[in-house]
């Protein structure tokens, strides 16, 4: 088998793995409120056991980094995907409390391993092209998401209860992408963690700028997550259905902005389409917050969407061009702050929002993601079409993702 083929087709089952997660995590958030009502857990709980599930996931991401000096990043997802989709199933499986304790631990246990060596894998391959394909990995993610959430919402529809509701897409996903990370491609021994080499002496001081910006991305994700239906419908009066197109807009808008923003990396640089992201998202949550009637705030939401979509995967890539000795350490550490970012969006937009208002809360996560713009050095020279010189070079010789097969 050429190199040419093995990266098409470990690219190609990266992908998938995306794809499945963003599955899996849609289908666990998109029905909390049966979670709640199956368990009988209460108003006052409830956060608890949402909070334990990032917590445990970023303490699984240290974890992961010091595991992938001994085995490879494929090892850790090929096991790690599969104890995710059989822990969304015991969400749904159980019938008092300690089980779905149980079942959210190992969910966030396994998730904080999935999505570290997803991401360490998404950028050894980035590196092994020799020009951006982060972008299209997340957008695999994306889709998943809208599609696990459209099978929540039927489930929902149709009063099935979380274990049938889970089954179908279990059953489906875990054989498929048990069989698709036999095509997993690791990098070269010296590009990571097997090379032995960690960040060195100042290395995480370098890296902090880069962690500053993945949690106020996660900051302003989470605000669209948690807040958009109920923004949309207390403070702009839309109806209740209403209230719940945002989200799906805000994904669809994800999915569309990672799926071509590759493109922008490779002919303008990383720098250049990441500072357009932000101000593409400030400018969304400005109008969301001076928003006369849901339709404007309907545009809103569709701006943050496209503006906070690219952010995300260049960050990552970002960390592995900074430490491309040690790019497994520097993802697992930045990976850590995708979880800060979650569980402190959402309780500080209600603090604010209880404390002044709602319109005004919108403009801490907007004032958050303009950080980015201070931090754009981090992320590759202005002129570079993917970010420092040897990766340009590396790419003349790397096979052409615009083409092939087993694309995402």
Known sequence: MTDDVRLRRGRGALGFSFFVQGVA????????????????????????????????????SV??????KRVAPSVVLRWAQPLVLLSLLGVGAGGQMWHVAVALGAFGLSVGALDASMNMLGVSLQRAYGRSIMLGFHAAYSLGGILGASAAWAG??????????????????????????????????GQGESGGKGLGAGGFK??????????????GDSTVANWSAKYLQDVLGSSE??????????????????????????????AAVVRAGTLVAAAGFAVVAAAPGAWVGMLGFTLLGIGLCVIVPQTFAAAGRLFPGASDTAVARLNI???????????????????????????????????????ARSFGSEGARYGVRHERRAGDRAVDVGRGGNEV
């Open 25 to 60: 995590f849609a289908l666990l958030v998109t029905r909390i409120p049966a979670i709640q009502d199956r368990y009988g857990i209460s108003d006052g709980l409830l956060p608890a056991f949402l909070a334990a599930v990032p917590v445990l996931a970023g303490a699984s």
């Open 337 to 375: 702050f995708n979880y800060v970012g979650f569980l402190i969006g959402s309780p500080l937009v209600g603090a604010v929002g209880d404390a002044w208002s709602y319109r005004g809360a919108m403009l801490v996560p907007m004032a958050l993601v303009l950080v980015t713009l201070f931090q």
């Open 206 to 219: 370098l890296l902090l700028p880069l962690c500053l910006v993945m949690a106020c991305a996660y900051i």
């Open 241 to 270: 259905q209403m209230a719940t197109v945002p989200y799906n807009v805000y994904m669809v808008t994800t999915l569309v902005g990672r799926a071509v923003g590759d493109l922008g990396v490779r002919r303008l640089g990383a």
């Open 156 to 189: 929902a529809h149709w009063e099935l209860n979380l274990f049938v509701s889970y089954l179908p897409a279990v059953a489906v996903l875990l054989p498929l992408a048990l069989r698709g990370s036999r095509r997993y491609v690791d990098g070269p021994a």
């Open 63 to 68: 974890a992961t980094e010091h595991l992938v």
